[in-house]
Protein backbone atom coordinates (compact mmCIF):
# COMPACT_ATOMS: atom_id res chain seq x y z
CA UNK A 1 0.00 0.00 0.00
CA UNK A 2 2.99 2.15 0.83
CA UNK A 3 4.06 1.91 -3.09
CA UNK A 4 0.48 2.97 -4.31
CA UNK A 5 0.65 5.50 -1.71
CA UNK A 6 3.63 7.19 -3.17
CA UNK A 7 2.66 6.70 -6.69
CA UNK A 8 -1.03 8.59 -5.87
CA UNK A 9 1.38 11.18 -4.65
CA UNK A 10 3.51 11.49 -7.85
CA UNK A 11 0.20 11.51 -9.86
CA UNK A 12 -1.13 14.46 -8.18
CA UNK A 13 2.37 16.24 -8.03
CA UNK A 14 2.27 15.37 -12.17
CA UNK A 15 -1.03 17.10 -12.47
CA UNK A 16 -0.02 20.12 -11.08
CA UNK A 17 3.10 20.10 -12.91
CA UNK A 18 0.93 19.70 -16.38
CA UNK A 19 -1.00 22.00 -15.32
CA UNK A 20 1.65 24.87 -14.46
CA UNK A 21 2.58 24.05 -17.63
CA UNK A 22 -0.31 24.29 -19.41
CA UNK A 23 -0.89 27.89 -17.77
CA UNK A 24 2.89 29.16 -18.83
CA UNK A 25 1.92 28.35 -22.74
CA UNK A 26 -1.31 29.58 -22.30
CA UNK A 27 0.57 33.02 -21.59
CA UNK A 28 2.07 32.94 -25.64
CA UNK A 29 -0.51 30.68 -26.83
CA UNK A 30 -4.44 31.53 -27.44
CA UNK A 31 -6.36 28.23 -27.53
CA UNK A 32 -4.72 24.59 -29.15
CA UNK A 33 -5.57 22.83 -26.68
CA UNK A 34 -5.51 19.52 -28.16
CA UNK A 35 -1.84 20.71 -29.78
CA UNK A 36 -0.33 21.28 -26.31
CA UNK A 37 -2.10 18.21 -24.56
CA UNK A 38 -0.62 16.01 -27.65
CA UNK A 39 3.07 17.81 -27.07
CA UNK A 40 2.64 17.23 -23.86
CA UNK A 41 2.06 13.58 -24.03
CA UNK A 42 4.78 12.90 -26.43
CA UNK A 43 7.21 14.63 -24.23
CA UNK A 44 6.27 12.49 -21.41
CA UNK A 45 6.43 9.62 -23.38
CA UNK A 46 9.50 10.00 -25.29
CA UNK A 47 7.77 10.32 -28.21
CA UNK A 48 8.38 13.09 -31.72
CA UNK A 49 5.50 15.41 -32.98
CA UNK A 50 4.95 16.45 -36.25
CA UNK A 51 2.75 19.40 -36.04
CA UNK A 52 1.33 20.00 -39.57
CA UNK A 53 -0.99 23.31 -40.73
CA UNK A 54 -1.06 26.45 -42.65
CA UNK A 55 1.55 29.25 -42.04
CA UNK A 56 0.60 31.59 -38.96
CA UNK A 57 -1.09 29.35 -36.68
CA UNK A 58 1.78 29.72 -33.98
CA UNK A 59 3.35 26.61 -34.55
CA UNK A 60 7.04 27.61 -34.37
CA UNK A 61 6.30 29.87 -31.81
CA UNK A 62 4.42 27.15 -29.33
CA UNK A 63 7.87 24.77 -29.63
CA UNK A 64 9.26 27.71 -29.06
CA UNK A 65 7.27 28.62 -25.87
CA UNK A 66 7.80 24.64 -24.53
CA UNK A 67 11.08 24.81 -24.90
CA UNK A 68 11.26 27.70 -22.82
CA UNK A 69 9.14 26.25 -20.27
CA UNK A 70 11.54 23.02 -19.88
CA UNK A 71 15.07 23.77 -18.47
CA UNK A 72 16.15 22.00 -21.54
CA UNK A 73 18.46 22.67 -24.62
CA UNK A 74 16.84 23.70 -27.80
CA UNK A 75 17.70 24.01 -31.51
CA UNK A 76 16.03 24.74 -34.09
CA UNK A 77 16.67 24.09 -38.17
CA UNK A 78 15.39 25.79 -40.67
CA UNK A 79 15.41 23.07 -43.55
CA UNK A 80 15.97 24.70 -47.33
CA UNK A 81 16.37 22.74 -50.61
CA UNK A 82 19.91 23.17 -49.72
CA UNK A 83 20.15 22.08 -46.39
CA UNK A 84 23.11 18.89 -46.06
CA UNK A 85 23.01 16.01 -43.73
CA UNK A 86 26.58 17.56 -42.00
CA UNK A 87 24.20 20.63 -41.06
CA UNK A 88 22.18 18.44 -38.94
CA UNK A 89 24.49 15.79 -37.83
CA UNK A 90 28.15 17.64 -37.41
CA UNK A 91 30.83 16.92 -39.25
CA UNK A 92 34.25 15.47 -39.04
CA UNK A 93 37.23 18.83 -39.11
CA UNK A 94 40.93 18.28 -39.52
CA UNK A 95 42.33 20.23 -36.34
CA UNK A 96 46.11 20.90 -35.57
CA UNK A 97 46.72 19.66 -32.21
CA UNK A 98 49.53 21.12 -29.28
CA UNK A 99 52.27 19.12 -30.88
CA UNK A 100 51.34 19.77 -34.60
CA UNK A 101 50.07 16.94 -35.67
CA UNK A 102 46.72 17.39 -37.70
CA UNK A 103 43.64 14.85 -36.74
CA UNK A 104 39.98 14.96 -37.36
CA UNK A 105 38.01 16.39 -34.81
CA UNK A 106 34.09 16.05 -34.55
CA UNK A 107 32.05 19.48 -34.70
CA UNK A 108 28.56 18.47 -33.17
CA UNK A 109 25.61 19.32 -35.39
CA UNK A 110 22.31 20.96 -33.92
CA UNK A 111 21.06 17.69 -33.35
CA UNK A 112 22.76 17.19 -30.87
CA UNK A 113 20.10 18.98 -28.25
CA UNK A 114 17.03 17.93 -26.22
CA UNK A 115 14.80 19.57 -28.27
CA UNK A 116 15.15 19.90 -32.12
CA UNK A 117 12.45 21.85 -33.83
CA UNK A 118 12.66 20.94 -37.69
CA UNK A 119 10.83 23.93 -39.00
CA UNK A 120 9.18 23.17 -42.09
CA UNK A 121 11.25 19.34 -42.49
CA UNK A 122 9.64 18.45 -46.09
CA UNK A 123 11.27 21.69 -47.77
CA UNK A 124 14.48 19.67 -47.91
CA UNK A 125 15.25 16.80 -50.15
CA UNK A 126 15.09 12.83 -48.78
CA UNK A 127 18.96 12.87 -48.18
CA UNK A 128 18.77 15.42 -45.93
CA UNK A 129 15.54 14.21 -44.11
CA UNK A 130 17.01 11.15 -43.66
CA UNK A 131 20.15 12.29 -41.70
CA UNK A 132 17.03 12.35 -38.87
CA UNK A 133 16.10 8.70 -39.16
CA UNK A 134 18.69 7.27 -36.78
CA UNK A 135 18.40 10.23 -34.60
CA UNK A 136 14.73 9.77 -33.93
CA UNK A 137 15.01 5.96 -33.87
CA UNK A 138 18.30 4.80 -31.87
CA UNK A 139 19.17 8.48 -30.56
CA UNK A 140 22.42 8.21 -31.71
CA UNK A 141 24.35 9.81 -34.50
CA UNK A 142 26.83 8.22 -37.02
CA UNK A 143 29.16 10.01 -38.98
CA UNK A 144 32.33 8.37 -40.63
CA UNK A 145 33.16 5.27 -38.41
CA UNK A 146 32.14 6.50 -34.65
CA UNK A 147 28.71 6.86 -33.60
CA UNK A 148 27.72 9.38 -30.75
CA UNK A 149 24.92 9.34 -28.12
CA UNK A 150 22.38 11.98 -28.13
CA UNK A 151 21.59 13.88 -25.07
CA UNK A 152 18.78 12.30 -23.68
CA UNK A 153 16.16 13.28 -23.31
CA UNK A 154 15.70 13.91 -26.73
CA UNK A 155 12.56 14.88 -28.89
CA UNK A 156 11.95 15.77 -32.51
CA UNK A 157 8.67 18.45 -33.02
CA UNK A 158 8.64 19.12 -36.86
CA UNK A 159 6.73 21.17 -38.86
CA UNK A 160 4.79 20.85 -41.84
CA UNK A 161 2.86 22.84 -44.79
CA UNK A 162 0.13 20.78 -46.27
CA UNK A 163 -1.19 23.26 -48.88
CA UNK A 164 2.28 23.88 -50.48
CA UNK A 165 3.37 21.31 -52.88
CA UNK A 166 5.88 23.25 -54.79
CA UNK A 167 9.58 22.79 -53.79
CA UNK A 168 8.27 20.33 -51.06
CA UNK A 169 9.29 16.89 -50.54
CA UNK A 170 7.17 14.49 -48.83
CA UNK A 171 8.35 12.37 -46.18
CA UNK A 172 8.80 8.55 -46.75
CA UNK A 173 6.26 6.20 -45.05
CA UNK A 174 9.85 4.91 -43.12
CA UNK A 175 10.10 8.50 -41.49
CA UNK A 176 6.79 9.08 -40.73
CA UNK A 177 6.25 6.47 -38.55
CA UNK A 178 9.22 7.56 -36.49
CA UNK A 179 6.50 10.28 -35.33
CA UNK A 180 4.33 9.00 -32.39
CA UNK A 181 1.95 12.14 -33.15
CA UNK A 182 0.33 13.64 -36.73
CA UNK A 183 -0.93 16.56 -34.73
CA UNK A 184 -3.15 18.92 -36.94
CA UNK A 185 -3.06 22.64 -36.07
CA UNK A 186 -6.30 24.25 -37.19
CA UNK A 187 -7.59 27.73 -37.52
CA UNK A 188 -8.20 29.49 -33.96
CA UNK A 189 -12.37 30.34 -33.05
CA UNK A 190 -13.67 32.92 -33.35
CA UNK A 191 -13.06 34.59 -29.56
CA UNK A 192 -9.60 32.96 -29.45
CA UNK A 193 -8.84 34.41 -32.71
CA UNK A 194 -10.31 38.08 -31.46
CA UNK A 195 -7.76 37.42 -28.34
CA UNK A 196 -4.65 36.77 -30.58
CA UNK A 197 -5.70 40.06 -32.27
CA UNK A 198 -6.04 42.06 -28.73
CA UNK A 199 -2.59 41.28 -27.73
CA UNK A 200 -0.78 41.33 -30.61
CA UNK A 201 0.30 44.75 -29.70
CA UNK A 202 1.33 43.54 -26.27
CA UNK A 203 4.35 43.14 -24.20
CA UNK A 204 5.94 39.90 -24.61
CA UNK A 205 5.20 37.68 -20.98
CA UNK A 206 7.80 36.39 -18.93
CA UNK A 207 8.03 32.45 -19.30
CA UNK A 208 8.64 30.00 -15.93
CA UNK A 209 10.62 26.76 -15.96
CA UNK A 210 8.78 24.10 -14.62
CA UNK A 211 11.05 21.22 -15.10
CA UNK A 212 14.32 20.00 -15.86
CA UNK A 213 15.59 17.47 -18.14
CA UNK A 214 16.47 15.06 -14.90
CA UNK A 215 12.39 15.52 -14.03
CA UNK A 216 11.38 14.95 -17.44
CA UNK A 217 13.47 11.65 -17.10
CA UNK A 218 11.63 10.73 -13.91
CA UNK A 219 8.11 11.14 -15.15
CA UNK A 220 8.73 9.10 -18.15
CA UNK A 221 10.33 6.28 -16.26
CA UNK A 222 6.62 6.90 -13.92
CA UNK A 223 4.39 7.16 -16.27
CA UNK A 224 5.74 3.45 -18.01
CA UNK A 225 4.24 2.43 -14.68
CA UNK A 226 0.93 2.98 -15.79
CA UNK A 227 -1.58 0.08 -16.14
CA UNK A 228 -2.59 -1.20 -19.25
CA UNK A 229 -4.53 -3.66 -18.24
CA UNK A 230 -5.57 -6.98 -20.70
CA UNK A 231 -8.66 -5.22 -21.73
CA UNK A 232 -7.03 -2.54 -23.03
CA UNK A 233 -4.43 -4.68 -25.01
CA UNK A 234 -7.14 -6.24 -26.28
CA UNK A 235 -9.21 -3.13 -27.62
CA UNK A 236 -5.33 -1.60 -29.04
CA UNK A 237 -4.82 -5.25 -30.93
CA UNK A 238 -8.28 -4.93 -32.43
CA UNK A 239 -8.34 -1.15 -33.47
CA UNK A 240 -4.39 -1.83 -34.95
CA UNK A 241 -5.62 -4.81 -37.06
CA UNK A 242 -8.55 -3.89 -38.36
CA UNK A 243 -6.84 -0.84 -40.50
CA UNK A 244 -5.11 -3.43 -42.73
CA UNK A 245 -7.28 -4.25 -45.35
CA UNK A 246 -5.99 -7.65 -45.87
CA UNK A 247 -6.74 -8.61 -42.46
CA UNK A 248 -9.82 -10.52 -41.82
CA UNK A 249 -11.37 -8.70 -39.31
CA UNK A 250 -11.04 -5.35 -41.24
CA UNK A 251 -14.65 -3.96 -41.84
CA UNK A 252 -15.59 -3.74 -45.32
CA UNK A 253 -15.17 0.29 -45.61
CA UNK A 254 -11.56 -0.55 -44.59
CA UNK A 255 -10.82 -2.91 -47.61
CA UNK A 256 -12.38 -0.42 -50.09
CA UNK A 257 -11.17 2.67 -48.84
CA UNK A 258 -7.28 1.88 -47.52
CA UNK A 259 -4.71 0.81 -49.26
CA UNK A 260 -2.12 -0.08 -46.03
CA UNK A 261 -2.94 0.33 -42.51
CA UNK A 262 -0.90 0.57 -39.47
CA UNK A 263 1.96 -1.29 -38.06
CA UNK A 264 2.54 -2.94 -34.50
CA UNK A 265 4.71 0.72 -33.34
CA UNK A 266 1.42 2.29 -33.74
CA UNK A 267 -0.20 -0.09 -31.35
CA UNK A 268 2.92 0.97 -28.82
CA UNK A 269 2.37 4.57 -29.44
CA UNK A 270 -1.81 4.00 -28.47
CA UNK A 271 -0.77 2.14 -25.14
CA UNK A 272 2.37 5.04 -24.44
CA UNK A 273 0.36 8.03 -25.43
CA UNK A 274 -2.88 6.56 -23.25
CA UNK A 275 -0.75 5.88 -20.29
CA UNK A 276 0.33 10.24 -20.89
CA UNK A 277 -3.20 11.08 -20.67
CA UNK A 278 -4.72 9.05 -17.32
CA UNK A 279 -0.96 9.80 -15.63
CA UNK A 280 -2.19 14.40 -16.88
CA UNK A 281 -5.80 13.87 -15.50
CA UNK A 282 -4.34 11.60 -12.43
CA UNK A 283 -5.10 8.41 -12.92
CA UNK A 284 -2.84 5.11 -12.52
CA UNK A 285 -5.19 3.24 -15.65
CA UNK A 286 -5.53 3.54 -19.15
CA UNK A 287 -9.24 3.76 -20.06
CA UNK A 288 -10.24 3.18 -23.45
CA UNK A 289 -11.49 6.53 -23.50
CA UNK A 290 -7.42 7.52 -23.43
CA UNK A 291 -6.93 5.32 -26.17
CA UNK A 292 -9.21 6.92 -28.74
CA UNK A 293 -8.33 10.27 -27.34
CA UNK A 294 -4.79 9.61 -28.91
CA UNK A 295 -6.52 7.30 -31.41
CA UNK A 296 -6.52 10.22 -34.44
CA UNK A 297 -3.01 11.37 -34.18
CA UNK A 298 -1.44 8.40 -33.90
CA UNK A 299 -2.84 6.98 -36.96
CA UNK A 300 -3.31 9.93 -38.77
CA UNK A 301 -0.28 8.91 -40.97
CA UNK A 302 -0.74 6.01 -40.79
CA UNK A 303 -3.53 4.78 -42.52
CA UNK A 304 -2.95 4.97 -46.55
CA UNK A 305 -6.35 5.71 -48.25
CA UNK A 306 -7.07 4.64 -51.99
CA UNK A 307 -8.49 6.44 -55.08
CA UNK A 308 -11.92 5.50 -54.03
CA UNK A 309 -11.68 7.06 -50.77
CA UNK A 310 -10.23 10.38 -52.33
CA UNK A 311 -13.44 10.14 -54.48
CA UNK A 312 -15.75 10.17 -52.37
CA UNK A 313 -14.14 12.99 -50.28
CA UNK A 314 -12.87 10.91 -47.16
CA UNK A 315 -9.64 11.59 -45.72
CA UNK A 316 -7.38 8.81 -43.34
CA UNK A 317 -9.00 11.09 -40.24
CA UNK A 318 -12.33 10.48 -41.71
CA UNK A 319 -11.71 6.93 -41.97
CA UNK A 320 -9.94 6.38 -38.13
CA UNK A 321 -12.90 8.35 -36.62
CA UNK A 322 -15.19 5.86 -37.93
CA UNK A 323 -13.05 3.08 -38.11
CA UNK A 324 -13.05 3.70 -33.54
CA UNK A 325 -16.96 4.33 -33.82
CA UNK A 326 -17.35 0.55 -35.12
CA UNK A 327 -14.62 -1.68 -33.19
CA UNK A 328 -16.26 -2.95 -30.05
CA UNK A 329 -14.95 -3.30 -27.06
CA UNK A 330 -13.92 -6.49 -25.64
CA UNK A 331 -16.25 -7.85 -22.60
CA UNK A 332 -15.19 -7.34 -19.14
CA UNK A 333 -13.80 -10.29 -17.75
CA UNK A 334 -15.48 -12.38 -15.09
CA UNK A 335 -13.84 -13.27 -11.78
CA UNK A 336 -15.50 -16.36 -10.22
Known amino acids: MADK ?3 DDFLEKFKKHRDLMTVELHKVIVGQDA ?27 TVSTIAQILDVSFKRIQFTPDLMPSDITGTNVLDENDTGKREFRFVEGPVFTNILLADEINRTPPKTQAALLQAMQEREVTVGQNTYNLPDPFFVIATQNPIEQ ?23 NLEEEESILSATSGEKPEIRKVLSSKAILYLQKQIGQIEASPRTISYVTRLIRATRPKDDSAPQFIKDMVDWGAGPRAGQFLIAGGKAIAAMNGRAAVSLADVRRVAVPVLRHRVSTNFQAQAEGFGSEDIIERLVEEIPEPSIPKYE
Open 166 to 188: EGTYPLPEAQLDRFMFNVKVDYP
Open 35 to 61: VIEQILAAIFTGGHCLLVGVPGLAKTL
Open 5 to 7: RDF
